[in-house]
């Protein structure tokens, strides 16, 4: 079997991605321990391992109890509110998943948090909280300038690669990005899609890094209309890349 990738949905809003072959699975970001175990159970898989992306508790707060009855390597970011025995990892290290043969290069994503990472492989990019569709983490810990910096590292990926986040927060990040580019066609026809599969529950991920860049206004910081935007709202502070994304994150967090 080729490698399927599955979301287990968990708490109101996040999916904890399964990358497996029918026999091995590697897990990420799992927040919480049951809907992995049953989805480990259901397709009689063997866990080759975990991967996370930062220490927030909805996306490692299932780690001990998952490796408690699946004995396996978990790969994170060195930090001290991760949680224990774990293979660290940062820029430029490789992941290697020997039973599903894949390996994963290790990105130093600051912003969302200091230590965030993210994993990128076979044309996969596994970006924790710090990209989402039409829309990006919150700086909690980082600054715009950072996060500017770790997106633009997911910009420089081929335009092909899919992107798993770990929320479905598509339909409310399209509605912000409206406000800053009503008139990019791009994001409005990403707009309709997503309305479309809410509807239905259905999950708008995996993007691609190439749609990214044609509607999410985090990835298109150098843009006209978004420069223009950030211009507008507020005048005289937009004048570098990192400053319209400071701009364009405070407006998305006034709400
Ligand atoms: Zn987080
Ligand atoms: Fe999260």
Same mark, same amino acid.
């Given at each position: 079997?080729? *490698?399927? *990738?599955?979301?287990?949905?968990?708490?109101?809003?996040?999916?904890?991605?399964?990358?497996?072959?029918?026999?091995?699975?590697?897990?990420?970001?799992?927040?919480?321990?049951?809907?992995?175990?049953?989805?480990?159970?259901?397709?009689?898989?063997?866990?080759?391992?975990?991967?996370?992306? !930062?220490?927030?508790?909805? !996306?490692?707060?299932?780690?001990?109890?998952?490796?408690?009855?699946?004995?396996?390597?978990?790969?994170?970011?060195?930090?001290?509110?991760?949680? /224990?025995?774990?293979?660290?990892?940062?820029?430029?290290?490789?992941?290697? *998943?020997?039973?599903?043969?894949?390996?994963?290069?290790?990105?130093?994503?600051?912003?969302?948090?200091?230590?965030?990472?993210?994993?990128?492989?076979?044309?996969?990019?596994?970006?924790?909280?710090?990209?989402?569709?039409?829309?990006?983490?919150?700086?909690?810990?980082?600054?715009?300038?950072?996060?500017?910096?770790?997106?633009?590292?997911?910009?420089?990926?081929?335009?092909?690669? /899919?992107?798993?986040?770990?929320?479905?927060?598509?339909?409310?990040?399209?509605?912000?990005? /409206?406000?800053?580019?009503?008139?990019?066609?791009?994001?409005?026809?990403?707009?309709?899609?997503?309305?479309?599969?809410?509807?239905?529950?259905?999950?708008?991920?995996?993007?691609?890094?190439?749609?990214?860049?044609?509607?999410?206004?985090?990835?298109?910081?150098?843009?006209?209309?978004?420069?223009?935007?950030?211009?507008?709202?507020?005048?005289?502070?937009?004048?570098?890349?990192?400053?319209?994304?400071?701009?364009?994150?405070?407006?998305?967090?006034?709400?």
């Amino acid at each position: 079997m080729t *490698i399927q *990738i599955e979301a287990i949905k968990a708490f109101s809003d996040n999916y904890i991605w399964a990358v497996h072959d029918g026999r091995h699975c590697v897990i990420v970001d799992p927040g919480e321990s049951s809907g992995t175990l049953a989805f480990l159970d259901r397709h009689q898989l063997r866990l080759a391992g975990l991967l996370l992306t !930062h220490h927030h508790h909805d !996306h490692v707060g299932g780690v001990d109890e998952i490796r408690a009855l699946h004995p396996a390597p978990a790969w994170g970011p060195d930090d001290p509110r991760m949680p /224990r025995s774990l293979r660290l990892v940062g820029e430029g290290d490789s992941v290697a *998943i020997d039973e599903l043969d894949l390996a994963f290069s290790v990105l130093e994503t600051p912003g969302h948090t200091t230590s965030h990472i993210a994993f990128h492989g076979h044309g996969l990019l596994f970006c924790g909280d710090t990209l989402f569709s039409a829309g990006c983490g919150r700086l909690f810990e980082g600054t715009p300038a950072q996060m500017q910096d770790s997106i633009d590292k997911f910009a420089a990926l081929p335009d092909s690669t /899919r992107v798993y986040c770990a929320h479905e927060y598509t339909e409310s990040n399209c509605s912000f990005a /409206r406000k800053v580019e009503p008139e990019n066609p791009a994001l409005a026809e990403r707009c309709e899609q997503v309305a479309e599969l809410r509807k239905h529950d259905r999950v708008t991920l995996p993007s691609t890094i190439g749609a990214e860049k044609s509607f999410n206004p985090f990835m298109r910081t150098r843009d006209r209309a978004v420069i223009s935007a950030a211009q507008r709202r507020e005048p005289g502070r937009a004048d570098s890349p990192s400053a319209v994304f400071g701009v364009i994150r405070r407006w998305k967090d006034a709400g």
